[in-house]
């Protein structure tokens, strides 16, 4: 996308690709190949919409908090107390990464890069790498140790790597929580070891994983799915255990603390008959490691088994050409630079239909991107959704001429 800058969509995004031809009247819906589960556009889920998600019950768990999201449409199919304040424990972890995947793209640092562990790294508690404070050692190495180890020891070397002191680095982390509007957020330090200030919700975890699949999609194969690590002759399994289960999980991460409980973050990606479909889940505050993966494992399996993706529209194809006056072009395409998909409960595609609802008048000088009409989604003659429709490219105003000639054609149309 930036498929967040479904920014903030995860939790209430609701994504869907165009239709490819202006409707004067609703037209009904069949499922379409996506090209990927990738870039949508997102806007917040109706109630009537959630009203039909609810309509197949989630599984019970014992999670405190938790959530499933469809990652290729945006939409959070179901979820419990996910605005709830938890102590996040290592899935801190994914920011540290998030920041660590920018500064490589930045160029601030560099993959092959060696640095020095900090005393302070080293003398930190809890899971870690076993980095030899006397031994240089790569960035992709740390990152290696962060995220199949969750290395805190990584997660530190990294901070001061990237931000030079960990104030600074948490104050990055920070940041980047607030530009994307991240409210039950807060860290103190780049591991998530416990501390009262210390603290997310599942709906804000979500949000931080999905930007590392979509901004970092090189990086989130590259570290992620990996199932061991070994180093200084230690070698390590990769604590989200449905990585060896599980074909179609490729990544998250896990967390531990006695506050926080077993957490843990899962992402699988699967071929649908609409194409490459990826769901997210986040689960916290489990009693056991078993229950965190049973939780993961039944909301993957529900969100597959009972809903569905459907392709409205293809990404830069027009759903509807619309006429423009006193434009050096008589008409513009409407459509979405990226997929509109929606999820809606399996078997129940057949009953959607959607209408393009354009301006009453459209004139020049239009600009490629600008916003110009909607498409609406009904179900059953029931509006579920109105999405924005943008111009596919640019007109400009026509000359005297045209533009004299379009100003009586338009007084007689009325």
């Given amino acids: ?6 920014a903030a969509a995860c939790s209430a995004g ?15 819906i069949t499922p379409k190949s996506t090209p990927a589960a990738s870039a949508v556009a997102a806007v917040p889920t109706t109630p009537l919409q959630a009203a039909l998600l609810q309509a197949v019950p989630p599984p019970q768990l014992d999670a405190r908090s938790w959530l499933v999201t469809d990652l290729t449409s945006g939409q959070t199919l179901a979820e419990s107390n996910a605005h709830e304040q938890i102590a996040p424990a290592s899935l801190t972890k994914l920011m540290t990464a998030y920041i660590t995947f920018k500064a490589l793209k930045d160029g601030t640092i560099k993959r092959d890069q060696m640095v020095s562990e900090p005393l302070e790294a080293y003398h930190t508690g809890g899971s870690r790498m076993f980095v030899d404070p006397k031994v240089p050692v790569s960035i ?7 995220i199949v180890q969750s290395g805190n020891d990584a997660a530190m070397t990294l901070a001061y790597a990237v931000g030079g002191s960990i104030s600074t680095f948490v104050g990055m982390m920070n940041q980047q929580a607030q530009q994307w509007h991240l409210k039950g957020t807060n ?7 416990p501390d009262p200030n210390h603290h997310t919700t599942a709906y804000d975890l979500s949000i931080i994983a999905s930007h590392i699949i979509d901004d970092f999609p ?8 990996v199932k061991k690590f070994t180093y200084n002759k230690i070698t390590q399994p990769n604590r989200v255990s449905l990585l060896f289960t599980d074909p179609t999980v490729d990544g998250m991460k896990t967390g531990y603390t006695q506050e926080a409980g077993y957490c843990m973050i899962t992402s699988a990606q699967r071929n649908t008959p609409s194409g490459p479909r990826r769901i997210l889940s986040v689960v916290i505050g489990t009693p056991s490691e078993h229950a965190r993966v049973a939780d993961s494992q039944a909301l993957l399996t529900w969100a597959y088994q009972n809903s569905e993706d459907v392709v409205l529209a293809q990404a830069n194809k027009p759903m509807a050409n619309v006429r423009v006056w006193k434009g050096t072009a008589s008409t513009v395409g409407l459509g979405e ?3 509109i998909v929606i999820t809606v409960p ?10 393009v609802v354009p301006p009453k008048a459209l004139v020049a000088p239009i600009q490629a991107g600008q916003t110009i009409g909607t498409l609406q989604v009904d179900v059953s003659g029931k509006q579920i959704g109105s999405y924005p429709l943008h111009a596919l490219a640019a007109v400009p105003q026509a000359g005297f001429v045209g533009r004299t000639w379009d100003s009586l054609r338009m007084m007689f149309a009325k």
């Fill in 1 to 6: 996308m930036s498929f967040p800058r479904i």
């Fill in 346 to 355: 399996r078997g129940s595609a057949k009953n959607l239909q959607t209408k």
């Fill in 140 to 146: 992709d190495d740390l990152l290696m140790g962060m």
């Fill in 337 to 339: 630079s990226r997929p």
């Fill in 14 to 28: 609701l994504l869907i690709f165009a239709t490819p031809a202006f409707a004067a009247t609703a037209a009904p």
């Fill in 218 to 225: 090189g990086d989130y194969a590259r570290y992620f799915k």
């Fill in 187 to 193: 860290f103190v330090d780049p591991t998530g070891l």
